[in-house]
């Protein structure tokens, strides 16, 4: 069974404490991995798509990774404005269907 | 501005009153989707859509109804909804494979 798990549920961090989020993935095969932020009453914002191991994207201070079981999604120097929950979604090869975790809640304090 | 509109935002209704929640995008995206978010379960993919005519049953289809009469519109229907669709409701649009999607801003239903 297709299945996306994040890890850890909620994070803490001061402001300029890098830190990494997990999310590993059980799929058939990878059509395509999407990592998502979403505030607090908001829809999801997409951040990137990863489509193939070893691929890397990066946007500010956030960059995610992608292997063949698992991505990452590393904060560098988080300020409180990245403060959100942060999702992340898996396309798997055999279907249309859209597959997201629970999530990693983050909270970055001054 | 591209976006994803849904009405309402906040629902309240009773057990068994049929009741439609609308989706429109103004980007002329192929792909559109609905999910329900609900505390330690994360977002669920209700139904999904790859064009006109062409819907296909996510995660958790059960009490749920959808059409794609049009590329822009992609509505959800409750036909008889129970306190246990009470949730967060999304829908979204991409132009293809999910990728970029846009999300909507939410519906907050609460069927008593």
């Known amino acids: 069974e297709d299945q996306v798990t994040q890890s850890p549920e909620a994070l803490r961090l001061q402001e300029g404490e890098s830190s990494s989020l997990n999310c590993s993935y059980t799929?058939?095969?990878?059509?395509?991995l999407f990592w998502y932020r979403q505030d607090p009453g908001k829809g999801p914002e997409f951040l990137f798509t990863?489509?193939?191991a070893g691929e890397e994207k990066e946007k500010e201070r956030l960059k995610a990774t992608l292997t063949k079981k698992e991505s990452f999604l590393h904060i560098t120097a988080p300020k409180p404005e990245d403060s959100a929950t942060y999702l992340c979604?898996?396309?798997?090869?055999?279907?249309?269907?859209?597959?997201f975790g629970t999530g990693t809640r983050l909270q970055v304090f001054p | 501005e591209a976006q994803v509109t849904q009405n309402p935002r906040y629902l309240i209704t009773v057990t068994g009153k049929k009741l439609t929640v609308t989706c429109s995008q103004n980007?002329?995206?192929?792909?559109m989707s609905w999910y329900r978010q609900d505390p330690g379960l994360g977002l669920r993919q209700i139904y999904y859509?790859?064009?006109?005519?062409?819907?296909d049953k996510g995660d958790v289809p059960e009490g749920y109804k959808v059409s794609r009469k049009e590329k822009r519109n992609f509505p959800l229907i409750l036909e008889s909804p129970s306190p246990n669709q009470t949730s967060l409701y999304f829908c979204?649009?991409?132009?293809?494979?999910?990728?970029?999607?846009?999300f909507g801003q939410g519906t907050r239903l609460t069927v008593v």
């Open positions: 979204a649009s991409s132009q293809q494979g999910w990728t970029e999607a846009f």
């Open positions: 799929v058939s095969g990878l059509r395509g």
């Open positions: 990863l489509y193939s």
């Open positions: 979604a898996v396309h798997p090869y055999n279907t249309d269907k859209l597959i």
């Open positions: 980007m002329n995206h192929e792909y």
């Open positions: 859509s790859m064009n006109v005519e062409v819907t």
